[in-house]
Structure formats: structure tokens, C-alpha cells
């Protein structure tokens, strides 16, 4: 439990550790409770009434203190907050009340900003899977949606997609058909990868012994198409191309082929 931070100092100060763990320090505790036992006979009483553990509950911190007769060295603890305000309850004394008390409202007033930077995180996260994926914006929504749910946030604040403009988007196998091309789906996207339309990407299978692979429009593809979202797999996209502009680059492919 190095490198403490101080988070609050008012009843007892209290500290966060690198780790995120809230602690106080024996001593200033002992203080504030105006307990009479000496601190090393009331610290380990009350930490064994408590079955607090060493490197798990609180953490021993070697002092050496200078006084006029010399130097002494002398012991003081680190202690979680948890067992902190059990210890406190043990005075069994409106102090030892009122400093309890003054813990559970510090771990409550931190706990909604540890909550609401974890779920700031998450955000950033779908945001950055959505940007190295190039998923467009109905997928972006789509994502950020079920982000929202999943961690308990109203979505009613989300914008409704609106695709763009009038343009249709299907996937190549339609447009191929539709529009009585020649080449297959097959030889069609692995003419997309060979001329940087389009590129294959891989992830972690679910049952975790294997790769899926999945295709997605490249920086360059994404003048003729958008990635969406699969429908079977999220951790996917799909290829979906503009249905007025296909053709467009069914050409380009094909002479690039010849």
C-alpha cells in the first residue's frame, strides 16, 4: 500500500492507494477515537477482534520519529477502510460513532465517481473498437446502445440514425445478382482485398479455441460502402455497398483484374 494519496481530511484523513484501495493510518484513527490504551495494545487488539490479516487488511509501516532524547523508531499501520470502520464501531462511544459514520459517507461520495470513470472507460472503448472497425454510424448507435444497457444507462438520449440521404446499401451477393455481373462473391471480394477496398480481420472465437474471420471495408472501400454491424456476431461487420455507385466500383475492380 505505497504511494498514498490524501482524498479527504476531515474526521480522520484517509487515503487512496495507487491500487484504488481507501486506508487510514493507525495512529490518526487511535487519535481521533481518544482511545486511552496505549496505540500498539488497543491497534492489535482490535485489529484480531476484527480477524483483519496482514497484507490483505492493513499493512505495517516502520517509522523512525527524532526526539530530544534521540532517535525512536516506532510501528504504524495502513489500514483498509472497511476494517477502519469497523474498529472504529468497537469504541462503542458516540466518537467511535461519528467516525464511522464519516467513513461510510466517504466510500458512498467516492464510489459514484469510481462508478461513472469505469463506465467513461467503457465508452472510450466501444468508441475506439468502433473506430479500428470503421463501423458506420447506425452501428456506432447500435453499439453505444446496448454499452448503455448493459451497465444500466437510459438510452432515450441517443440519437434515432438516419441513413444517408436516399443512398440503398446491400451486400455484394444482391448487387452482383442484380445487376447480372459476372465474377462470384468469392472472386469479387478477393479481388476487394488484392486492390485495397477491402481486408480480412480476425477474432477471438467465443468458445476460445480458434479465430473467426470476417471481412471489412478499408479506408479506401469506404467511398463505395459502410461497415455495419453483422446482425449474427457484434464483434463483427459486414460490407454493405451503395447500391448507385456499385457498379462504379464493380468496374474499377474488374479492370484492374484484366
Known amino acids: ?18 491500487t484504488g484501495e481507501k486506508v487510514v493510518y493507525g495512529k490518526d484513527l487511535y487519535r ?18 476484527c480477524d483483519a490479516e496482514e497484507k490483505v487488511d492493513y499493512d505495517l509501516l516502520p517509522k523512525i520519529e527524532e526526539q530530544v532524547s534521540g532517535v525512536k523508531h516506532s510501528i504504524d499501520y495502513i489500514i483498509k477502510l ?29 464510489k459514484s465517481d469510481e462508478n ?26 447500435l453499439m453505444y446502445e446496448n454499452y448503455c ?12 440514425y438516419e441513413s444517408n440521404g436516399s443512398r440503398e446499401m446491400k451486400a455484394s451477393k444482391h448487387l452482383l445478382s442484380e445487376n447480372g455481373c459476372d465474377l462470384s462473391v468469392q472472386r469479387f471480394n478477393a479481388l476487394l482485398i488484392e486492390q485495397g477496398y477491402l481486408e480480412e480481420r480476425e477474432r477471438p472465437s467465443g468458445k476460445g479455441n480458434g479465430v473467426k474471420k470476417f471481412k471489412a471495408l ?11 454491424v453483422s446482425p449474427y456476431n457484434q ?10 455507385t456499385f457498379m462504379e466500383l464493380y468496374t474499377k475492380v474488374s479492370k484492374g483484374n484484366d
Do not use: C, H
Open 149 to 160: 444497457k448493459a451497465v444500466g444507462i437510459p438510452t432515450g438520449f441517443l440519437p434515432k
Open 1 to 18: 500500500m505505497n504511494d498514498l494519496r490524501l482524498l479527504e481530511n476531515d474526521l480522520v484523513p484517509v487515503y487512496v492507494t495507487s
Open 32 to 49: 481521533k477515537l481518544e482511545v486511552r490504551t496505549d496505540f500498539s495494545t488497543w491497534v492489535k487488539r482490535r485489529l484480531d477482534e
Open 82 to 110: 472497511d476494517i477502519a470502520k469497523e474498529m472504529a464501531m468497537l469504541e462503542r462511544n458516540i466518537i467511535g460513532k461519528q467516525v464511522r459514520k464519516y467513513f461510510i459517507r466517504v466510500e458512498k461520495k467516492y
Open 235 to 244: 464483434r463483427e461487420v459486414q460490407p454493405l455497398y451503395y447500391s448507385d
Open 116 to 141: 461513472l470513470n469505469i463506465i467513461e472507460q467503457g465508452i472510450r472503448i466501444v468508441k475506439f473498437i468502433a473506430d479500428d472497425m470503421r463501423v458506420n454510424d447506425a452501428g456506432r448507435l
Open 218 to 228: 478499408t479506408k479506401k472501400g469506404l467511398q463505395y460502402g459502410e461497415n455495419a
